[in-house]
Structure formats: C-alpha cells, structure tokens
T-cell receptor, first 113, second 114 residues
C-alpha cells in the first residue's frame, strides 16, 4: 500500500492553456474522488468514480473540466482554457466501497498566471 | 444536502493546555462524521470518524470527538496539546448512503504556543 499518488505536485500555467493531472489510487480501492481546495477553505467535491464509471459530478465542474478513469485504476482531471479562478489545490482520494473515510493524496497545486 | 460550520477559524493555545475545536452540521438524512487533519505542506489525513454506536470516538494520538445528535455537533477535544498538533483541522460530513461524498467545513487552524 503506497497510498494515493498525485502528479504533478505543482503546476504553473498561463491563462488559456490546458492542464492535466493524474491520480493513482490505492490499488484495491474501487472508489475515486476529486476535490478542489482554495486558500482558507475546506475541500469541495468535484466528481466521483466507482470503478470506471463517473457516477456524480458537482455543478462546480464546468464544461472546461473533464475527468476520466479509463480502466478503473488511475484517473486524470483535465482543465481546458484555464482561468485564474482555477488556481487551487486539486485533491484526489480513494476508498473501498463499504469503508468510510477516504485516503487522500498530497494534491496538485495549480497556479494560473 | 449537508453543510458543516466550524465556528472558529483560528484557535491559539499554549502547549499542554486543553483544546476544543467546534463543529456543527446540518442534514436532512442520517450522516457519518469525520475529522481530518492537514499538517503544513501535506495532504489530509483521517483523524477519527463516527459511523454508529458509541457517540464518543477517539484517535490514536489523544484526540476525541463526541457526536451529539440533539445539538447536531461533533466537537473535537484534546486534554493536553503538543507543538506537533499544530495543523489545520477539518470537520466533514457525509450522507450514510450513496456516494458518501464529503462536505467539509472551512477548517480551524490550531496554533500551539510554547
């Protein structure tokens, strides 16, 4: 059990560029979650997968955001045409259905300049 | 829908003093309750959780929280804090069914002074 891994740890991008983040959950976990955390706030739910199926998306997830989990293992979160308001920490978490309380990764800090 | 209110954004205390971090929630359905801790430059770690049974839950490092259904609260306490407890603490709630997505409070920054 190597925990939840997120890559990259930091990303600086210019406004208007596309970015993609990767999350590798704990291998036996079938649920995967994405959250966004801005400075001074608690994390906010973005989306969740059970295996490869994306079962719920927050209204925070605009059309510029897309997430995938193609084989039910790792997941990617892509932001197209980034805006300064997208600057935040993007957190990934995983859990096993029936267990409560996720394991979070260390996050990807995005800065849009 | 659920919501969480952490009543204090910052709590400064002296080392070895007791501390209480307050958390209130609202929900129209049964919930599970959690406290997460975030140390500087690290991810969130689960500190403790209430799912059912005894309303008093404890962590391995001396924290405890008590679920009070009538007051819709889940306050976190520690009788004697250490410098190493300096961190951001987040209270969270999830419905007891479905996706179990977490709704977090805004966090309380606990600062321990020597």
């Amino acid at each position: 059990d190597t925990g939840v891994s997120q890559d990259p740890r930091h990303k600086i991008t210019k406004r208007g560029q596309n970015v993609t983040f990767r999350c590798d959950p704990i291998s036996e976990h079938n649920r995967l979650y994405w959250y966004r955390q801005t400075l001074g706030q608690g994390p906010e739910f973005l989306t969740y997968f059970q295996n490869e199926a994306q079962l719920e998306k927050s209204r925070l997830l605009s059309d510029r955001f897309s997430a995938e989990r193609p084989k039910g293992s790792f997941s990617t979160l892509e932001i197209q045409r980034t805006e300064q308001g997208d600057s935040a920490m993007y957190l990934c978490a995983s859990s096993f259905r029936g267990n409560y309380g996720y394991t979070f990764g260390s996050g990807t800090r995005l800065t849009v300049v | 829908a659920q919501s969480v209110t952490q009543l204090d954004s910052q709590v400064p205390v002296f080392e070895e003093a007791p501390v209480e971090l307050r958390c209130n929630y609202s929900s129209s359905v049964s919930v599970y309750l959690f406290w997460y801790v975030q140390y500087p430059n690290q991810g969130l770690q689960l500190l403790l959780k209430y799912l059912s049974g005894s309303t008093l839950v404890e962590s391995i490092n001396g924290f405890e929280a008590e679920f009070n259904k009538s007051q819709t609260s889940f306050h976190l306490r520690k009788p004697s804090v250490h410098i190493s407890d300096t961190a951001e603490y987040f209270c969270a709630v999830s419905a007891d069914q479905g996706a179990q997505k977490l709704v977090f409070g805004q966090g309380t920054r606990l600062t321990i002074n020597p």
